[in-house]
């Protein structure tokens, strides 16, 4: 069964210097018909304006990833790491027992474009850390690469969660098929572009949520298209 979460529909906030789209509740935008899918809690997909960002704040027992799609974001957290999240960056900090951390633009003439995707851990009260790495585009290219799972494996980033994270990058006419394993679901978020998958077409910023498929084929319907796959246990 696969069910559309159009990208028209998602909840918004603009704050003037932010503007960010809700697939799931967050925030003042509360539906309790999308509180999320499997592990996944939160996807935003934010906006923010050159030099503006979001002050130190606290976060405990969650997996938060950033994935920038265009211009720098800037962290900082109170173990004391600071780096600059650029495209082609997955970032993913496990908040635990407690951490604090500020994201802004690192830009003071370009404004950033990222997601923030927050996976529900499979054990509370861990130790707060903290993971980045680059995927470059040409190993996106024409398929789907791992950029995170639960043991770090194939140079991915690991999550505290059974979930395996992919980034893909197609271009007009390409596909790509993935199987799926008995007792999983799957989430699919359109980054760019538009793909038909299996037979659903989907506009950027469209999402799917995936039960009892044995597999999916993404079609891309326009140029470098990048789509984000989370295959997560039931």
């Not at 990208?7 to 999308?34: K, N």
């Not at 604090?100 to 851990?121: C, D, G, K, M, Y």
């Not at 680059?134 to 950029?147: C, H, I, M, S």
């Not at 506009?203 to 079609?219: H, M, P």
Request: charged share 20%; with cysteine.
């Amino acid at each position: 069964m696969i069910t559309i979460r159009s990208a028209e529909d998602r909840g918004i906030a603009d704050l003037g210097w932010l503007y960010s789209q809700h697939t799931f509740s967050f925030g003042q935008y509360q539906d309790p018909q999308h509180m999320g899918f499997g592990q996944l809690r939160v996807i935003n997909e934010d906006q923010v304006a050159p030099g503006k960002g979001f002050a130190t704040h606290g976060h405990q027992d969650m997996e938060i990833i950033s994935y920038v799609l265009d211009g720098a974001l800037e962290h900082k957290d109170s173990l004391g790491t600071g780096s600059v999240i650029l495209p082609g960056d997955v970032q993913r900090m496990s908040a635990g027992t407690g951490i604090r951390h500020s994201e802004f633009n690192a830009s003071q003439t370009e404004p950033v474009h990222f997601l923030q995707i927050w996976i529900l851990p499979g054990q509370n009260g861990i130790e707060p850390g903290y993971e980045q790495r680059n995927f470059t585009d040409a190993e996106k290219l024409g398929k789907l690469r791992l950029v995170g799972s639960r043991d770090g494996r194939d140079g991915s980033i690991t999550i505290h969660q059974d979930v395996n994270f992919y980034a893909g990058i197609l271009q007009t006419g390409e596909a790509v098929s993935y199987d799926f394993a008995p007792g999983r679901v799957a989430w699919l978020q359109l980054a760019r572009g538009s793909v038909k998958c299996n037979d659903y077409e989907l506009n950027v910023g469209d999402g799917i949520a995936i039960n009892q498929e044995s597999s999916i084929t993404i079609n891309s319907l326009a140029a470098d298209t990048e789509v984000l796959l989370f295959d997560m246990a039931a």
